[in-house]
């Protein structure tokens, strides 16, 4: 059994919060079943996992919540210390006004004092109102980034989230949010793995002194009617897989891993989660590295999938939303 101490920490540039493990379990799943998931994220503290990813829209944080409540009950963990938490502002409260209080609700959601991390969840500002999966179009507004930023920093500054940060953000989105930036974002939690490797993304981040947490790091959530996983069933993986001995999940973990990029890794099975965690203890070749670089890019999470395919984008344009620039 792996142990919480066998997960090195990443200590990050921005914010007063603790070091982050450097590899997470996320909780979106479609539908979301409470129980399935409180399970899991107990399974998933026995064999190590101290960071846990959720998010408003995901509806897993009051699940999340009640496995750690339980995990201190049974003394997996001395304390809810020992976890770092990170949940996400979702799109229709992303106007100045509705930061504060939609952490609040999170908070409340999670039973917690504090997140570890709060990002925005995209660079994409929704009408307020009730969540609607995929977004109207017309809904879509214009993204107040230094107004939201602002009271970012404020629950921050109040403690509620000891850092704070981005998600699904371009180099160009985190242009407008350094210009109005005190604290600036500490991550950028993005869509990467070796079939989308984010290679200029990554190089930005870099100088800026951003940390990069890659979300489907094995090819990201089955959906209903989405084609198979490029990254599960790529034969560059599979080879380099079966010659050291490992599965193709943690060759992907192990080199987004040695990109000092810290993946966000979502299964609900004991067992893959211990396998998953299992990537600190070897290395990837030279040579494994450069056919891993030879592999064909491809993206999965684009702005336009966040949008029913009917009606208009009737104040803002599609490309000022989108995730990626490759």
């Not at 790091?217 to 198979?228: A, Q």
Request: hydrophobic share 40%; aromatic share 8%.
């Amino acid at each position: 059994m792996a142990s919480a101490a066998a997960v090195p920490e990443v200590a990050l540039r921005s914010g007063n919060g603790r070091p982050m493990p450097a590899i997470g379990m996320g909780t979106a799943s479609c539908p979301i079943v409470p129980e399935t998931t409180r399970d899991a994220v107990l399974a998933a503290l026995e064999v190590g996992y101290r960071h846990f990813d959720t998010a408003y829209l995901y509806g897993s944080e009051q699940p999340l919540g009640e496995a750690v409540a339980e995990a201190v009950r049974r003394g997996l963990v001395v304390a809810r210390e020992e976890v770092f938490i990170t949940s996400k502002l979702w799109s229709t409260r992303c106007h100045p006004h509705l930061v504060l209080p939609s952490l609040r609700e999170t908070l409340q959601n999670l039973q917690m004092e504090y997140v570890d991390m709060y990002l925005i969840h995209l660079p994409i500002s929704l009408k307020p109102g009730p969540t609607v999966f995929p977004a109207k179009r017309e809904d879509a507004m214009p993204f107040d980034f230094e107004g939201v930023w602002r009271e970012m920093e404020e629950c921050h500054r109040l403690g509620l989230a000891k850092a704070i940060g981005v998600s699904n953000f371009t180099a160009t989105h985190l242009d407008k949010i350094l210009a109005a930036a005190t604290v600036p974002p500490a991550m950028n939690q993005v869509e990467l793995n070796p079939v989308w490797q984010q290679r200029k993304l990554r190089a930005y981040c870099a100088e800026k002194g951003i940390h990069i947490i890659a979300h489907s790091p094995l090819g990201g959530l089955k959906w209903p009617g989405s084609e198979g996983n490029a990254v599960l069933e790529c034969e560059v993986l599979a080879e380099i897989a079966k010659a050291r001995g490992k599965s193709i999940a943690q060759v992907a973990l192990r080199w987004i891993y040695e990109q000092g990029v810290s993946p966000i890794v979502k299964s609900f099975s004991k067992e893959r989660l211990k396998q998953n965690i299992e990537i600190f203890d070897w290395e990837l070749t030279e040579d494994d590295h450069i056919k891993i670089e030879q592999i064909p890019q491809k993206v999965v999470n684009t702005a336009k999938g966040m949008f029913s395919p009917e009606g208009e984008f009737t104040s803002v344009n599609l490309s000022d939303m989108e995730f990626f620039e490759e």
